[in-house]
């Protein structure tokens, strides 16, 4: 069962989510604001962040920084009444997946659930047929398009083990035993 964590400091918000939540199989914790989320972050794994932008002390744009400084890279919806463009390139390039406009329903919220499903069901298969081709590639000895390959795989998941093992594999074919050794480093820890 996926957990997700809802951060907003409007207590409607999070009873709605969380039931929304809830009636769609999800294991649900809530937490009004920025400081309770990183320590949730420290106690348990999320799997999904619903974020609220505008908080006070720490806003959802902040929050969303000091996760992936953190090395926490889970998909964020973003939800906001105040949508602004500057918003939304920010979070998007921090990697907010999608977004939510308050006042939303409950309508509204499975609709971005069903479309986060789809796209991780499509990423997943696509990165595992890439690791598939990287892997013949690697034994193929095509080492500079396995390289190209895991680049664009790392791009779209930085957390899989396998392309960092993978990347190991093509520096030692390479000779190159200093890069092998970090990356296999990498994906040992990519597997705790």
């Known amino acids: 069962m996926k957990r997700i964590l809802v951060v907003d400091d409007t207590k409607n918000i999070r009873l709605l989510l969380t039931t ?11 937490v009004n604001n920025a400081a309770a989320a990183i320590e949730i972050f420290s106690t348990e794994n999320i799997d999904l962040v619903f974020l609220d932008i505008k908080m006070p ?3 959802g744009t902040e929050l969303l920084k000091k996760m992936r400084g953190m090395g926490l890279f889970m998909p964020v919806v973003i939800m ?4 602004t463009i500057k918003n939304a390139i920010d979070c998007t390039r921090l990697g907010a997946v999608a977004y939510l406009q308050k006042p939303f329903t409950a309508e509204k919220v499975k609709s971005v ?6 796209r991780e069901n499509s990423a997943s298969h696509t990165l595992s047929q890439m690791l598939c081709l990287s892997r013949e590639l690697i034994a193929n000895d095509h080492l500079d398009d396995a ?3 895991l680049k664009k795989a790392l791009s779209e998941n930085p957390s899989q083990a396998e392309i960092y093992y993978l990347l190991s594999q093509v520096y030692d ?3 190159d035993k200093k890069q092998a ?3 296999s480093n990498m994906a040992e820890q990519f597997k705790k």
């Open 20 to 30: 929304c939540l809830e009636l769609n199989g999800y294991s649900v914790v809530a």
């Open 147 to 149: 390289f190209q390959l």
């Open 113 to 118: 659930l069903e479309d986060l499903d789809y």
């Open 80 to 83: 906001t009444a105040f949508g």
């Open 173 to 175: 074919k390479k000779g």
């Open 57 to 59: 002390e720490i806003s």
């Open 181 to 183: 050794a970090i990356f």
